[in-house]
């Protein structure tokens, strides 16, 4: 089954810091190749566990003692790290976004090459698809979601044009939303666009940033004092979540400051911002947007 190339994977994993008989975490397992490089650095006490809700990701389980693999989303890591007798880890590595295999298999829906269901579940045991999105929400609700999710000006209008075409006849495959859209995109930019109609489709159905929110706030009380989480972000909101948890351990406002002025933050960034070489994106295209940050548990 294919999976795409970890993307960052030494800088992602070296940002561990692993201790040889530490306890670390992969909420986004896929195809298992960063797992694989933290298993690497491990002794034969440490211990890894994965994540990951997509049940095609079960086939690239690494059979190793030291390994578990978690059939979950990771906004329940608290939980069902719990069920394994684990309060706290010494490590998480999340690589977020979608993964090649998911982008190759034309029925997942979540591609605009393919004529396909719109679907885009990560979990294809969820309620919510793709078609709920198009073919049930408000006007202003997809509205909002092209604004937020994909930062695009012709919002209203492409909200606008989904209504009515709705009102004839259901919205079912990609082509039928591309042929509808395509005409009232930026000429010679319309796949350009239209993928980012289709990021902002996937992030609601799969509530991207409110998993990722739930997940953070729940690492200042897994992580040990000296642990490590080392993240990959590939959209603009999501790094922007990352960096401001990281800073101020919110994720809007200001955190309260004491008498003499300090602020009391759960992590200490690690160096700066890591981007994908040249090199590795002329090998994987998919790094180019990725984002990579490093913080310590203070």
């Known amino acids: ?56 990701a079960l086939q690239n389980k690494i059979e190793d003692p030291r390994f578990t693999l978690i059939s979950e989303n990771f906004r329940f890591i608290k939980r069902f790290l719990r069920f394994y007798g684990i309060k706290q880890v010494d490590g998480i590595l999340g690589d977020f976004g979608v993964s090649s295999h998911q982008f190759n298999e034309a029925e997942r829906g979540f591609s605009t090459r393919f004529d396909a269901k719109l679907d885009m579940r990560m979990n294809q045991d969820s309620k919510l698809s793709a078609y709920d999105v198009i073919n049930q929400y408000s006007e202003t609700q997809l509205r909002q979601l092209f604004y937020q999710y994909a930062d695009l000006k012709n919002a209203p209008k492409l909200a606008k044009i989904i209504v009515e075409a709705r009102e004839q006849k259901a919205i079912e495959s990609s082509e039928q939303l591309n042929e509808l859209l395509k005409p009232h995109l930026f000429k010679g930019k319309e796949n350009k666009v239209l993928a980012q109609i289709y990021q902002a489709i996937r992030i609601e159905v799969n509530q991207e940033i409110e998993v990722l929110k739930e997940f953070l706030k729940q690492t200042e009380e897994l992580v040990v004092k000296g642990g490590r989480i080392s993240l990959i972000s590939y959209h603009s909101l999501e790094d922007r979540l990352v960096k401001r948890f990281i800073r101020s351990g919110l994720f809007e406002g200001e955190p309260e400051k004491d008498f003499y002025g300090n602020i009391s933050v759960p992590f200490k960034k690690v160096g700066g911002l890591i981007v994908p070489s040249k090199e590795e994106i002329e090998r994987n295209s998919r790094a180019r947007s990725a984002k990579l940050r490093v913080a310590k548990r203070i």
């Open 1 to 56: 089954m294919e999976y795409h190339n970890p993307v960052l994977l030494k800088e992602s994993v070296d940002g561990l810091n692993i201790k040889e008989d530490g306890v670390y975490v992969d909420v986004t397992f896929g195809g298992g190749g960063h797992s694989r490089e933290i298993l690497k650095r491990l002794g034969s006490e440490g211990k890894l566990f994965g994540f990951d809700q997509d049940k095609d």
